[in-house]
């Protein structure tokens, strides 16, 4: 197994950073850079540079329109767009429906839906949480009735990010309520617009407008609009957690944090030295380093594997914890650095368009959203406590 990168693969690292550098608008960058909240028009818009260039279904085979990377490729560009400030990419199409359409999908379903993900003609968002079932997600009750080609989808869902935008939304839901939990569901695409359904925003403790409940009130949905066979939601469900869980481990921005960490504690003084010279916080920052190291090398493994033709399988719940646990202490480092300067909640700031005269106002003001906004990190796309059950199945036989 060899974990070091190639020539070529060092001629890619340079293509890619020089794309990045007069492709990436400058206010997108400089948003991103300060931590200020983008809109929907900011992802769109990157996203349709990076689908001009071929290069955002990232994941994708080239006989669906995939630029044709393998694993290392995948992870040096994530790793230079997050050095470049550049925008996470919104997920719920590209990468995680996507996958689950070029695995289970009919052709008619990968003709019609895989050319408006590349052309991002629609925003899809994700139908999986309930209020009873959140980690427990085979406990889910949204039910769907056969009704001649139809479904007739009747449920509530929540956590549903960015479901304000959606136009499509990927849901699971219960067509046997009869048969073991599991097997008694199925995986719908269902159109936003259709009757009966209603969403309603979930305003989060960093004041963000970021995640919503949707409500499905017998909702009509064509049984063509349903991936694999009937029951076979689980199977689907899952495949399309592995991958999720991989990209939640989010090394590229770790890896930026961490140099924003240590370029703010070099810059803030504590009792006339720099607060990074402070004992007490040096060894947690270098603690975090070290983590961030080891996290590299389990993610490198895992690549080299995929690379050699094998499958995510629970590394990816071990990179979920590690990494969401990793991303917590940075942003809890960042707000102890930045002390006072974290407090002040500027929304004219964080979501429009207002600019501060104070440079170092300006660096801080996301400081405690950012904060408070990560402490989800450990709880999405499977709990931390429930990928450790995973590890503790799969890998450690308990």
């Not at 990076?50 to 085979?61: H, I, Q, T």
């Not at 969403?199 to 989060?204: G, K, Y």
């Not at 030295?273 to 983590?291: G, K, M, Y």
């Not at 930045?338 to 500027?346: N, Q, T």
């Amino acid at each position: 197994m060899n974990l070091s990168f190639s020539a070529d693969e060092q001629a890619f690292r340079q293509q890619v950073r020089d794309f990045l550098a007069t492709s990436l608008p400058n206010e997108i960058r400089e948003r991103v850079r300060l931590g200020r909240r983008l809109t929907a028009d900011d992802h769109i818009r990157w996203q349709n540079i990076l689908s001009a260039r071929g290069w955002l279904a990232v994941n994708w085979p080239e006989t669906h329109g995939g630029p044709g990377w393998g694993p290392v490729e995948r992870h040096i560009f994530d790793e230079e767009c997050a050095a470049a400030h550049a925008p996470t990419i919104v997920p719920f199409g590209v990468n995680m429906v996507a996958p689950v359409i070029i695995k289970f999908g009919s052709e008619a379903q990968q003709y019609y839906y895989l050319p408006r993900i590349l052309n991002n003609q629609d925003w899809w968002c994700q139908g999986y949480s309930e209020p009873g079932a959140g980690s427990d997600l085979a406990s889910l009750k949204t039910r769907a009735v056969r009704d001649g080609d139809h479904y007739v989808v009747t449920g509530q869902k929540t956590w549903t990010t960015l479901g304000q935008y959606a136009n499509m939304m990927f849901c699971l839901v219960r067509t046997d309520p009869e048969a073991k939990k599991q097997a008694g569901i199925s995986f719908l695409l269902i159109d936003m617009a259709s009757p009966g359904i209603t969403v309603r925003p979930i305003i989060t403790l960093d004041g963000a407008h970021e995640v919503n409940e949707v409500f499905l009130d017998e909702v009509r949905v064509p049984v063509a609009n349903r991936i694999g066979d009937e029951g076979q939601g689980w199977t689907c469900a899952k495949f399309l957690l592995t991958h999720e869980r991989t990209g939640i481990a989010g090394l590229g921005h770790a890896k930026q944090a961490l140099r924003h960490l240590k370029q703010l504690a070099s810059c803030v003084q504590h009792r006339g030295r720099p607060l990074l010279e402070l004992a007490s916080f040096r060894q947690r920052v270098i603690r975090a380093e070290l983590e961030l190291m080891a996290l590299e090398v389990t993610n490198l493994r895992v690549i080299a594997a995929a690379r050699d033709g094998g499958m995510p399988g629970a590394e990816s719940s071990l990179l979920k914890v590690r990494g969401s646990e990793l991303r917590q202490e940075l942003s809890e480092l960042t707000r102890r650095a930045l002390g006072p300067a974290a407090l002040p909640f500027l929304p004219e700031f964080l979501y429009g368009d207002t600019e501060l005269d104070d440079p170092v106002l300006a660096v801080s003001a996301a400081g405690a959203p950012q904060y408070f906004n990560r402490r989800k990190l450990s709880i999405y796309g499977g709990s931390n406590e429930i990928q450790k059950s995973i590890v503790a199945k799969t890998i450690l036989g308990m």
